[in-house]
């Protein structure tokens, strides 16, 4: 009878070399995960080149800085621009609602003035509204009772017997320069001619300018308010 022999070492010679030549390639490959070899031509980075990089990367870093810096003093500068933009368009306003229901008295000619004296018949009020300051004044006096000529009462008015009230004061380092393009109204029989004033302002800081402008129609209420 023939026996068959299993797949195995048949000497036991050959059983310890297979043995001995795994037992050294788990050594080798344990060896090799715990220990990183180099090679003799590895080497780290020099000083001279970290205090280069380190130069290159501030200088980037100055230049990055500076330009978010700018960015925002920018947009600060816009937003502070708006903010007088806004008062000095308010202002104006005001003066326009007063204005539709004044006549001129002074200057009594087309002229371009920083400071106009209406007469504003719905208030009964002799009104200066000037450019000044860096910014927008108004002027008020109170029609007294028993006067019936309110325009040579109101021409006739000296500094002292106004009112003063600052409607809006440039602030934030910004300038307001303004002026009135005055074109009076005429009321003589046959050629009535409804005059207009133009107000003009510009707000501007460093670079940074805007300018705004509004027209305002003159009627005579003289006989609407009495």
Known sequence: MRHIVPNRCRMPRDCRFIALSLRRSFWKINHCCRMRTFSGNSRGFSLL???????????????????????TVSN?????????????????????KSLRTSTVISPSSNQQVSEVRVFDYS??????????????????????????????????????????????????????????????????????LAGRITMNATVSQQNNSSTIQTTVSLRNYREVAS
């Open 123 to 192: 208030q009964r009020t002799c009104f200066r509204y000037g450019f000044e300051g860096n910014g927008v004044t108004e002027y008020s006096a109170l029609l007294p009772a028993g006067v019936s000529d309110e325009k040579a009462w109101c021409a006739s008015l000296g500094s002292a017997s106004f009112t003063s009230n600052v409607l809006v004061s440039a602030a934030d380092g910004m300038t307001v320069i303004g002026r009135f393009a005055v074109y009076p109204s005429s009321e003589t029989v046959g050629s009535e």
């Open 49 to 71: 080149e970290v205090l280069v990089a380190t130069f290159i990367f501030s200088i980037v870093m100055a230049g990055a800085t500076q330009y978010f810096v700018n960015i």
């Open 76 to 96: 600060q500068n816009v937003r502070r621009l708006q903010q007088n933009l806004e008062s000095v368009q308010f202002a104006m306003n005001r003066i326009a």
